[in-house]
């Protein structure tokens, strides 16, 4: 694939939506160790939320489909991830404007755009055992391949940040809930690294389908 389209973007929130769905448990265990036992729950309740509203949605244009991602997030799911999953797809909003199909240099503009929001909003650094640690190298990952098109950038993308989610696992957390358990976070996997995994995975497995 050259450009990344609506129906590129409409496949990868349904992928995204059904995998959130499938591993809804896992997520919400991996919080219930180092958290509040909500993340699944929290991103399944947001992304049922933006599975419903793609069936009346006009995904032609990518910015106007981001920002109604990131407007039903941060208005149906609570916690920590809402706000940050949903200023990410705002961001892409912004970046993505009213274009209809986005190039691999694009969508890295505005995957890197996603990650300096999250970064804005929760303030998390590398290695304060976040998504901010899966989120950052799969946007510089992708950067460094998106010379080799699309579809390998989101496959550097989707490596790096499963690296970075287990890279964090044997760390102290910094940031969120997880920062009040102190050394006793150490050695469980983040369950927000985790999901932005899964969403790189999403956007990989759905553009290799076109
Ligand atoms: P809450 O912690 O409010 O219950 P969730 O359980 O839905 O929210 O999400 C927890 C995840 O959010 C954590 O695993 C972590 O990856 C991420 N997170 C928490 N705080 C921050 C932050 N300040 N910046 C980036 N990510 C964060
Ligand atoms: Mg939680």
Request: glycine share 12%; net charge negative.
């Amino acid at each position: 694939m050259s450009e990344f389209d609506g129906a590129a973007f409409v496949r990868f929130l349904r992928t995204f939506a059904d995998r959130i769905h499938e591993r809804r448990d896992e997520l919400t265990r991996l919080d219930s160790a180092i958290g509040d036992a909500d993340h699944g729950i929290n991103l399944d309740r947001g992304f049922s939320a933006v599975r419903a509203k793609l069936d009346g949605l006009d995904a032609t244009d990518l910015g106007a489909t981001a920002k109604a991602v990131g407007m039903t997030l941060i208005s149906t799911v609570g916690g920590a991830s809402g706000p940050l999953y949903g200023t990410f797809f705002l961001r892409l909003a912004t970046a993505f404007g009213d274009t209809q199909a986005a190039d691999a240099q694009g969508l890295g503009t505005a995957l890197r755009a996603g990650l300096e929001g999250v970064v804005q909003r929760g303030k998390a650094a590398l290695d304060d055992k976040t998504m901010v640690d899966a989120l950052g190298p799969a946007v510089d990952a992708y950067e460094a391949a998106a010379g080799d098109g699309i579809s390998a950038a989101l496959e550097a993308a989707a490596t790096a940040a499963a690296v970075g989610r287990d890279r964090i696992t044997p760390l102290v957390a910094r940031k969120g809930r997880a920062s009040y358990l102190g050394e006793r976070a150490a050695g469980h996997q983040d369950p927000g690294a985790t999901s932005t995994t899964i969403l790189f995975e999403s956007l990989r497995d759905a553009v290799a389908e076109s």
